[in-house]
């Protein structure tokens, strides 16, 4: 726990004077490995698949852990994350986003998102390009019971630094346009950029993240 301890304090701020929030992504971790690394400091947790979150969500909410969703999201499993997620990061399509909006608004709920973005426009994973992210954005906040919180950004494993460097640019760049864009409207509050993970996340501080997701560097890694 002390090397966690240590990159806590080394991703304090991002060279935007943001503070970095660390996102521990507790995927095959149990509920108390989750409460252990949260006493350590990690703030919030992340899982990508529904079936872990419904397992260890009554334990993780006890102790008082914001518990948020980071994974491929069908429709049909909405209604296990509504009610209970901190936020949703993974939001890829716009029928997730009618669907995330009715089943917010049959449970009397409001749920913070993020749209997620395919940085690499890989075919094996999904997300908005980062060129239609905006009008994405507009049509979320033409529905009920959302708020948009900010951009999540999957990144090509296998790109060279400076090709990460300039994905990561224009993504902070369409984040900022959008900070802008929608200042002052109550169901946006654009705060959070959420890209990098346990590779590549020096990276993406230095290119304006102020989330990361982090799984095996600090979990260890996974059996
Ligand atoms: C597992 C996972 C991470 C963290 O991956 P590591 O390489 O273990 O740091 C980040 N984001 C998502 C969506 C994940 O599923």
Do not use: W
């Amino acid at each position: 726990m002390e090397q966690v301890k240590t990159l806590l304090n080394e991703l304090s701020v991002n060279p935007y004077g943001e503070k970095i929030t660390v996102l521990g992504a507790s995927k095959t971790r149990t509920a108390e490995e989750i409460i252990a690394l949260f006493q350590a400091g990690v703030s919030v947790m992340g899982e990508n698949r529904v079936q872990e979150f419904k397992e260890k969500y009554d334990t993780v909410h006890a102790a008082g852990i914001p518990y948020r969703f980071i994974g491929h999201l069908q429709t049909n499993k909405i209604k296990y994350l509504v009610g209970k997620v901190d936020l949703i990061e993974s939001v890829d399509r716009t029928e997730l986003l009618d669907a995330i909006s009715a089943a917010s608004v049959k449970a009397g709920v409001t749920t913070e998102i993020l749209l997620q973005i395919n940085g690499g426009k890989e075919e094996s994973k999904s997300g908005y390009e980062v060129e239609s992210v905006l009008s994405a954005a507009d049509y979320a906040l033409s529905l009920p019971n959302l708020k948009l919180r900010g951009l999540m950004a999957m990144l090509p494993a296998d790109k060279n630094e400076q090709t990460l460097r300039e994905i990561c640019l224009q993504i902070r760049e369409k984040y900022d346009i959008m900070r802008a864009r929608y200042e002052g409207r109550a169901q946006a509050q654009i705060e959070i950029l959420s890209m990098g993970m346990s590779e590549d996340y020096a990276i993406a501080v230095a290119c304006g993240a102020n989330e990361v997701r982090l799984g095996r560097i600090l979990f260890g890694e996974r059996k």
